[in-house]
């Protein structure tokens, strides 16, 4: 999971250099699963003209049931077995950051903390770009660091800690007046605790054993962005590619295509579909038949499948000051787009998400 | 053809035709990796400086057509202004000219606001919204901004009353504004 | 693999880079709203989230860049 302090998108000062958003999201999953509906509110204050004050805060609160494990149900076939759906749970989480240009470069200093009954976590980011050859180039690098402490709701302050580090660097390159290329790079390790605490594995041969993952994960990812202007359909298209691998088997890649217009009376539309596939862990099997060694998950998330989704979206400037935003977006997640590895189809699903977001600058 | 000879053709034609294009496609692009090699912003070699004559600008009035000649305004103090409607610190610099115009107008300054959109009606959409009280033109071309070779969006060049260009700005910001009027005004002060 | 993602990006990297360079006064199309390489911060940060908490695979995005280029 990619740390929230990376990718922070430095607006430079502008005409309208205070800023105030706010917005509501509802996120639900098929069958009888989580639920999760999100505030989330951001400021961004002037000080001169060189430096900015940026907070953020959000606050989950996620109900529902989520898989626990997968048992044998008729004919052998593995069944998901879920959580009580009485869970309910509230995350906080908020960020600080300031941000200052320097002539051609713009640096953001961020640190960022996370609350909830059975995790907590704490990250500093910092992240810079800097145009070159008349701003027709820009490199962009960042590091982020994270600590977290991941407990469980019976002892809930029995903490395991674990630790993430990010480091990522791109290029965003003009082709011409109506075309640009972006490419990037990210690499992320962590360390400590990373199994899920609410997850368990079946083994045949008798029992249920906590999911129990390698301490150490490695990730590395690329993504490339192409963004052109068609003037025959007076519409932009972008296209995303991206591919990542990690030390735990799990390869994956996706593509996003979107297409984005804008209509008068200041209004954006924007269409699009993605398509993501992913291999599943060394360590992953939906049932165990003997004794599983030290590393053993069923967590359908680290099964190996795929996923299409389509997504959309419109925004309106209201008044000068300010605008709309409202986003929507459907994935479904089915075994047979996997990459490779194995899964079960008893964790397919499809998640609908969202969003109204209300800008205001000032 | 046995089938391992088709093979390693077939591959050797896929990997010729890829080769070209990426050859091609190199050819014409690299300038990502020089910029980021040399990490320099290379300055535009015959950019318009202090010091410098005030190049012609072949821009036509926006409300008549008419073409833009620098040289009638000979013996004023003339703020030339690089605009465009998509220029979103262009909505800051707006109210600040015609604050210009109203502090300066009667000491000799004219101000000269030069779109470089694409389509007068652009412009006039921006206008609508950001009125000029100062004169304004359009080069839709992009010649007059060539020969000015402008840094930043927006530019303005202030030309003293011999057509000379005394300073530049790049860019505009709250801050530059102090910094203008006292350059006007020296500018101004001249004889 | 790790390898060949490197290689992919340095690759990209060659061959993305752009041509003739664009003037600040050509970037009117870069400008428009429907061009800009990023989502809204609220909406990128909600989808890093989801796709974070749904996908054992991770992204790189973010740089930044394009636009009108000003100031």
Redesign the interface.
Known sequence: ??L?G?????E?????PWQL?A?H?E?SESGSRMNVR?N?A?AVAPI??AFQIRA?G?QDVISGASPQFNAPGPGGKPQQVLTGASVRDRRNAGDIGIAGTFG?TQATLRQGWSKENDYKSTWTSLEA????????????AGIAFSDDGVSNHDTPDDFHTRIKRDL?V?????????S???????Y?YSNGFLSDPYKLVFVQSGGLLPDSRPAHRR???????Y?T?VPAID??L?A?A?????N?G?????VELQW???LPAEC?V?AGLRY?T?SS?DFYAPLFQDQPGDARSSDY??AGFG?VAWLA?V?KQLT?NFGV?L?AER?Y?RLGLKLGGTGIDADDYL?T?Y?V?L?ARF | MTAATRASTATTASTATTASTAASVADACCRALLAVATLVLSPAASAVGSGDRAPACAARLLDDGAPLQLDDFRGRVVYLDFWASWCTPCRESFPFMNELDREFRDRGLAIVGVSVDKTAEAARDFLARYPARFALALDAAGTCPAAYQLAGMPSSYLVDRNGVVRAVHAGFRSSDKAEIRRQVSEALAER | MQRSLVVAFVAALLLGGGCASVQPWERGTLAKPSMSAEDPPHESAQKLRTYGAKEAGAAATGVGGGGCGCN
């Open positions: 999971m990619t929230p990376i990718h922070a998108r430095a430079a000062p502008g005409a309208n958003d917005s999201l996120y999100v989330q951001s001169g003209d953020n959000i051609e770009r800097h145009d070159l050859d008349r701003k027709n180039t820009t490199v962009a990522f791109g290029v965003t390159q003009l082709i011409d007046e109506r640009l290329f972006e490419v990037s790079l990210e992320s990730q590395l990812a690329a993504t490339a962005k963004v202007y519409s932009a972008h995303t991206s591919l990542s691998t990690d735990w799990i390869d994956s890649g996706s984005k217009k804008e954006l924007s993501y992913q862990a998330r680290l996923s979206g925004s000068p935003q986003v994935n997640r998640w998400l969003q977001t800008e």
